[in-house]
Each structure stands twice: as structure tokens, then as C-alpha cells.
């Protein structure tokens, strides 16, 4: 099962996202949050597998939630959030986030995407990838060239599994490219992202889209 704890501060909506999330056989929800700072707690308490997090909260907004919650490993993030509140996108990206989708998405893509931050994997839905990385990858991108050695010190299969990131591909995806094992490429992408200081895989993807890995 994967354990969930919603955050959401609209009752109606947060009501909404656990009837979805409680329809999936695997999915279980722990807790739900009405603000940040409940947001932290619960995922302090429950130790759930993956927070969905509105960016929009009150006591603490959705990405100063996330950020502590990454910075503690209390758990995975999928943010919610919609097209006219790019700003957050980023911020969350710089939190940690492991995941964005856009609130009017339809149930089974919610849960697909639950299920996807649940196996370790990065999730940005399609309609916010270009301007994320249009808008938001100078970050790492600038780090990344002041630091020229963080990328020399990858190796050959670090920075094949890199490219496949940038390009992408699911675990299963890059071990079936790479002719790896899945638990190879995890091990992977967990030391790429130590050497390279990025806290998840979508900050990897960019990272290698703009630099062109």
C-alpha cells in the first residue's frame, strides 16, 4: 500500500482528492492537513510514503512545506498546482519536489502519478514541463558550470543514466535502455543527484536537458 497524506486547505477539494486517492486498491490515505505547518506535522507523525501538496496554504504555503519535509526525509512530494502559478513550480522544484501535476487533472492521472512518486520516479505534468525548463533550469545550470568538477566526477554509467533522465524515461525505462536492473539504476540516480548537490530526479532532467547530456 501506498501510504498518502493529503494537504490541502479547501475542505471541498481536499475532500475530492482523498474519495479519488481511496479508490485505488494500493493507495491508503493517512492524514489529511489543512494548512503547511499541519502538513509537516502529520508527515512528521505518520511517516506516510508520499505527501500531495497544495501550494497555496495558510501558517506555511505549499513550498516552505516542502521544503522541510524533503530536508527532513519525511517523505516524497507531488505538488498540485495550475498554469498561472509558475512561480511556486519553481520553488517547489528548489524544495525538493519530486513531482508537479495540475490541479484539473482527471482521477486516474492522479493516482498514476501517486503511484509513479511512489517508485521513486520524477513526475511534471506535460503541460508544465517546457516552461519549467525554459524558466526554472538556470538554477542548477549555473551551479553546475561554476562547479565544472560535480560532473566530471560522475562516471561513464552515471552520466548515461543522467542522459536517460533528461530524456524522460521511467527506472524501468533506463534499465531496459542501459540493460540494467532496476535496483542498479536507483543506486544510480541516488549517487548522481549526491555529487551532483540536486535533491530529485526532476532537477536532474533539467539539469541534463539544458546541458545537453
Do not use: W
Not at 486517492?21 to 499541519?38: C, I, T, Y
Amino acid at each position: 500500500m501506498i501510504r498518502v497524506l493529503v494537504a490541502e486547505d479547501q475542505s471541498a477539494v481536499r475532500s475530492g482528492l482523498v474519495l479519488i486517492l481511496r479508490s485505488a486498491p494500493d493507495v491508503e490515505v493517512v492524514g489529511e492537513a489543512a494548512d503547511g505547518e499541519q502538513a509537516v506535522a502529520l508527515a512528521r507523525e505518520l511517516r506516510p510514503d508520499l505527501v500531495l501538496m497544495d501550494v497555496q496554504m495558510p501558517r506555511l504555503d505549499g513550498v516552505s512545506a516542502t521544503r522541510q519535509v524533503v530536508a527532513e526525509g519525511l517523505a516524497d512530494v507531488l505538488v498540485l498546482t495550475t498554469f498561472d502559478l509558475d512561480e511556486y513550480v519553481f520553488g517547489a522544484l528548489r524544495a525538493g519536489a519530486a513531482g508537479f501535476l495540475l490541479k484539473n487533472a482527471e482521477a486516474r492521472e492522479l493516482v498514476e502519478a501517486v503511484r509513479t512518486v511512489a517508485r521513486g520516479e520524477g513526475i511534471v505534468a506535460p503541460a508544465v514541463t517546457r516552461r519549467l525548463i525554459a524558466e526554472f533550469a538556470t538554477g542548477p545550470v549555473r551551479e553546475a558550470k561554476a562547479a565544472p568538477a560535480a560532473l566530471d566526477t560522475l562516471t561513464r554509467r552515471e552520466r548515461e543514466v543522467l542522459s536517460c533522465l533528461g530524456q524522460g524515461l521511467s527506472n524501468a525505462g533506463i534499465a531496459d535502455r542501459l540493460d540494467l536492473a532496476e535496483g542498479t539504476v536507483k543506486t544510480h540516480v541516488s549517487r548522481l543527484l549526491g555529487k551532483l548537490g540536486l535533491r530529485s530526479r526532476v532537477q536532474a532532467a533539467v539539469l541534463a536537458q539544458e546541458l545537453g547530456i
